[in-house]
């Protein structure tokens, strides 16, 4: 079992950055791949990014490509997420998720957060 807590979320200004962060409980967190979703409302959950357990391997959606960065700290059992050069279209809620192997598919997560709200202004 693991249980993931998002945090970071926001308000900040097209342009602008935020980090947001999954601490996860449980001593295999190293174990797992890890990803983070959005959903913005009126539309379906959509993948941003994931890295594999070592952290060698990310994969992100090409609408973050060059403006999101995932990193993970098993050390801490935590996931980042660096977010930059925000646009407005970027507003969502944001999840982190776990699985055994790394994905880009919302079905092939076990474990999810409760999620994290980022609003971005115009």
């Known amino acids: 079992q693991v249980q993931l807590v998002e945090s970071g979320g926001g308000l900040v200004q097209a342009g602008g950055s935020l980090r947001l962060s999954c601490a996860a409980s449980?001593?295999?967190?190293?174990?797992?791949?890890m990803g983070w979703f959005r959903q913005a409302p009126g539309k379906e959950r959509e993948f941003v990014a994931a890295i594999s357990w070592s952290g060698g391997s990310t994969y992100y959606a090409d609408s973050v490509k060059g403006r999101f960065t995932i990193s993970r700290d098993n050390a801490k059992n935590t996931v980042y997420l660096q977010m930059n050069s925000l646009k407005p279209e970027d507003t969502a809620v944001y999840y982190c998720?776990?699985?055994?192997?790394?994905?880009?598919?919302?079905?092939?997560?076990?474990?999810w957060g409760q999620g994290t709200q980022v609003t971005v202004s115009s």
């Open positions: 998720a776990a699985a055994l192997s790394v994905a880009t598919l919302g079905y092939e997560y076990d474990y």
């Open positions: 449980g001593r295999t967190f190293s174990s797992y791949a």
